[in-house]
C-alpha cells in the first residue's frame, strides 16, 4: 500500500477531498495515476509554457515571417511566397557570405579535428603531465572570444603585431591580415581552429579511454608492437565513429561564428569575411529588413537542422562501440 | 593504459614533451601578448618589439584607466547579474519538469519530451529575430529582464537532468513518497541534491555561454549600464578606435580572466560541463 501522489503537502486534503468525490466511479489505482498526472502537469507546466513561448512560437514565427513582406514596425503585412528565397539567393552578398561560410568551415573543421586528435594523441600516448597539457591546450575554449579577440587583432597588426614581426625576421612575406580580403577568412580560421582545437582534443580524449584494453592486448599478440602498428590497428579504427561524432559537433560551433567576425572585421573589406551568422545579425537588427532576414534565418535553420539529424544518427551507433 | 602501455621509448618521451610544449606555447601566445600589451606604456607598445616585459611597468596606469574611462566593473556585475539570474530561474524551471519526464507516468509526456527534442535542435540565433519582436511587444527591450528572458528555460537542461534523473532508482522516490513527502518536496529535498554533479555540470555550460554570449545582449540592450562584458568590450574597443592598446588589453585581461582562473580551479568540472551530454 503506496501512499498518494501528491504535489504539495497541503495537497493531501484537497486530492482526498476530491478522491471522496470520485471514489464510486473510480479505482483508487487510477486515482493515483490521477494525482500523478495532475502532479506532473504542475512541475512540468512552466516548463513546456516557457519552451512554447520562448522556442517553438518563434521558431514558427520566423518560418511564417520568411514568406511574409514584413518589416519591423510596419502595421500591415502580405504573403509574398517564395519571393524572400528568391531575393536572399540572388543577393550578391548573400552568396558571397554562404561561400565565406562553407570555406571557413572547410578550413576550421578538419584543422580543429586533426589539431585535436593529434594533441589528443599525444596525450595519451605517456602518463606525465597530462592534466596539465589537457588544461593549456582546454583554455582558449573557455576565453571569451569577444575579449580575445583583440588581443589577436594586435597580433596580427601589420607593423607592430607579433605575427608579421617573427614572419619578416626570418624574411617570410607579411600581411595586413584582417584588412587584406585575400587572407582575411583564413586569419579568422586561424582564430577559430585556435579556440575549438581543445574542445575536439577533450572528445578525442574521452573517446580514446573508452577503447577496451583487450583490443591493446589482442593487437600486441598478434604482434604489434610498435606505437604505430597500434594506432593503426586499433586506436584510428574504433575512433571512426567518435571522429564523425566530433566533425559534426565542431561544423556546427565553426557555423556559428559571429564574435570574432563581429569584433573585428565587420563582415570586411568588401564583403570578404562576412558569413551567415553576421549577415542574419546586419539585416535583421541593421537594416531591420524583416521578411528578407527572416528568410535567411530558415537558411541557416536548414543547415544546422541536418547537420544536427547527422550527429543524432551518428550518436545512435556510437553506442554500439562505447 | 589504453594506447601507452609504458612503452614509450624514453627518447619518444621526450618527443612527446617537446611537441606538447611547442603547441601549448603557441596556444598560450595570444594570452601572453594581451596580459604583455596591458602593462606596457603606449611608447613601447607601438616600438616594434617583441620583448614582453616592458621597460617601464605601466600596468597601474593601464588597469587603472580601463576601470574608469570604461565601466568595466558596471559591465562584470552586470554579465554576474545575468548569468546568476538565468542560471536561477533555469534551474528552478527545468528541475521539476525534468524529473516529471524522468519519473512520473502521464498523458502528454512524449509530447513535451518532443518539444524539448526540438528545442535542442535550434540554434538560439534563429530565434533572435521573433525574441526581439516578443521584447518589444512586451515592452522589455534594453533591460535585464531583455538580457535573461530568452534564455529562462533551457531544453539542454531539461535533458541532461532527465538523463541524470533516470539513474536514481524508482525505489528512491517510492521510499519518499511512504515517508509522506510530496511531489514538490521530492524534487527539491531529494532528487536535486542526489543529482549534484548534473547540476554543477550544467551551472558551468550555463553561466560559461552566458558570461560570453555577444549576440543577443547586442541585440536586446543599448544602454552602456546594462552591457554584459563582451558588448561592453566591444564598445570600449570602438571607442578606442585601437589607438590606445594598454588599458584595451587590461579590459581584456579583466574579462577573460575570471573564466579561466575559475577553470584551472575546477578543470575536471569545466571539461565534463562544456562537453555535457557530448561525452557520455
Redesign the interface.
Known sequence: M??P?????W??AASAASGIAVSRTTSPARRR?FA??V???I??G???F??????????I??LL?AFTDWQ?GAGSFSFVGLANFREVFADHAFRASLLNTVIYVLIVVPGTVA?GLF?A?????????R?F????????????????A??????LHP??G?VN??LAAIGLPTSNWLRDENTVLAALAVIGI?QNL??AM??FL?G??S?P?DL?DAADVDGADL?FD??RT??LPMLGPVSM?IVV?VTLRA??S??AV??LTQGGPGHASEVL?YT??RE??EYLR?GY??AI?VV??SI??TL??VQARVMDRKVHYL | ????????SPL??IL??A??LL??GL?????V??VS?SIKPPGE????S?SLWPAQFYGVENYTKALTEAPLLRYMGNGLLVCAAVLVLQII??A??A???AK??????DL?LG??L??L???H??????????GYLLGILNSYTALI??Y??S?FG?FLFRQFFKTIPDDVV?AA??D?L????I?WRIIVPMALPAVIAFSIFSV?AH??D??WP??AVRDQSLMP???G??VF?NEEA?ND?GP??A???L??AP??IA??AA?KW??EG??GG??K
Not at chain 2, 607598445?45 to 616594434?48: E, K, P
Not at chain 2, 540565433?125 to 516578443?134: A, E
Request: net charge positive; hydrophobic share 65%.
Open positions: 503506496s501512499r501522489v501528491t504535489l504539495f503537502g495537497f493531501d495515476a500523478e498526472a502532479a506532473a502537469w512541475l512540468a512552466p516548463a513546456v516557457l519552451l512554447l513561448g520562448l522556442f517553438l512560437l518563434p521558431v514565427g520566423v515571417i519591423f589539431m594533441i594523441l599525444l596525450i595519451e600516448s605517456g602518463k606525465s603531465c592534466a597539457y589537457r588544461a593549456v591546450h582546454f583554455l582558449p575554449f573557455m576565453a571569451t572570444l569577444t575579449a580575445i583583440i588581443a589577436w587583432e594586435a597580433l607593423t607592430i607579433l614581426q617573427t585556435w581543445g574542445y577533450v572528445l574521452a580514446l579511454k577503447i584494453q591493446y606505437w597500434r594506432l586499433v586506436t561524432f559537433v557555423l556559428n559571429f564574435d563581429k569584433v551568422l542574419l545579425y535583421s537588427f524583416t532576414a527572416a534565418a541557416f535553420l544546422v537542422v544536427t539529424l | 593504459m589504453s594506447i601507452a602501455n609504458n612503452r614509450l619518444a618521451g612527446r614533451h611537441v606538447l603547441t601549448g596556444i598560450l601566445v595570444p594570452f601578448w594581451m600589451l607598445v607601438f616600438r616594434a617583441l524551471i527545468c521539476p519538469c524529473y516529471a519526464l512520473l507516468r502521464f498523458a502528454g509526456r513535451i518539444m524539448v526540438i528545442g535542435l535550434l540554434p540565433q534563429v530565434l533572435s529575430l521573433p525574441l526581439f519582436v516578443l528572458f530568452p529562462v528555460v531544453p531539461i517510492h513518497r511512504l509522506g510530496s511531489e514538490f518536496a524534487v560559461v558570461w560570453n555577444l549576440f547586442l541585440v562584458p563582451p558588448l568590450i566591444m574597443k585601437g592598446y584595451l588589453m579590459a581584456a585581461t574579462v577573460v573564466l579561466l577553470f584551472l578543470q569545466f571539461v562544456m562537453t557530448a561525452v
